[in-house]
T-cell receptor, first 118, second 114 residues
Framework: NAGVMQNPRHLVRRRGQEARLRCSPM?????VYWYRQLPEEGLKFMVYLQKENIIDESGMPKERFSAEFPKEGPSILRIQQVVRGDSAAYFC????????????????FGPGTRLTVT | GEDVEQSLFLSVREGDSSVINCTYT??????LYWYKQEPGAGLQLLTYIFSNMDMKQDQRLTVLLNKKDKHLSLRIADTQTGDSAIYFC??????????????FGAGTQVVVTP
């Protein structure tokens, strides 16, 4: 059973370009979470999605950032018109369908995409 | 300020015990977690503890929870060079939608020296 897969692992973009980060959850997982890790900081929650639904996007910047998890295919985190401050590691995590029960958050993390904006 | 705080660095000799400390603020947290991040890799769940427990032991790992002081610690016995990594403490923040949003500390870099 493959783990959470993210691609690309490294992405370089010039200021003003678009960045697309992909996440394939573990087999059987229907919940996806995106986190951002700035240098020497912990992970900050961005968005929580289920298939075709955004459940919680309270950590997502209001502009330039969007996320989707379509019925078929990977989850996509899209950053338009990137700026230097977007340089970070972006991690995706997934969890099984019943993992919200009793408050336990069973999240499995991918290896991350390291975005560098030049 | 941060909801979850950790010391940033710990140096330990191979074979000694490591103790990593964490404080958190959300008294409604139901679960607290320890994750390990090796260089260039994602986070790996090491262990977790339910908030009505004081202690949990799992092989070389011991988690202690002081709910009154909102203090969590992770002890690694007989520390090995493979334990060198960044260790993150995380708590659940229960949202209005009743899902457990993870709040992470900044991580403790553990360096194991021979």
């Amino acid at each position: 059973n493959a783990g959470v897969m993210q691609n690309p692992r490294h992405l370089v973009r010039r200021r003003g370009q678009e960045a697309r980060l992909r996440c394939s959850p573990m087999k059987g997982h229907s919940h996806v979470y995106w986190y951002r890790q700035l240098p020497e900081e912990g992970l900050k929650f961005m968005v929580y999605l289920q298939k075709e639904n955004i459940i919680d996007e309270s950590g997502m910047p209001k502009e330039r950032f969007s996320a989707e998890f379509p019925k078929e295919g990977p989850s996509i985190l899209r950053i338009q018109q990137v700026v230097r401050g977007d340089s970070a590691a972006y991690f995706c995590a997934s969890s099984p369908p019943n993992s919200r029960l009793a408050g336990f958050s069973e999240q499995y993390f991918g290896p991350g995409t390291r975005l560098t904006v030049t | 300020g941060e909801d979850v705080e950790q010391s940033l660095f710990l140096s330990v000799r191979e074979g000694d015990s490591s103790v990593i400390n964490c404080t958190y603020t959300d008294s409604s947290s139901t679960y607290l977690y320890w994750y390990k991040q090796e260089p260039g890799a994602g986070l790996q769940l090491l262990t977790y503890i339910f908030s009505n427990m004081d202690m949990k032991q799992d092989q070389r790992l011991t988690v202690l929870l002081n709910k009154k002081d909102k203090h969590l610690s992770l002890r690694i016995a007989d520390t090995q060079t493979g334990d060198s990594a960044i260790y993150f403490c995380a708590e659940n923040e229960m949202t209005t939608d009743s899902w457990g949003k993870l709040q992470f500390g900044a991580g403790t870099q553990v360096v194991v020296t021979p």
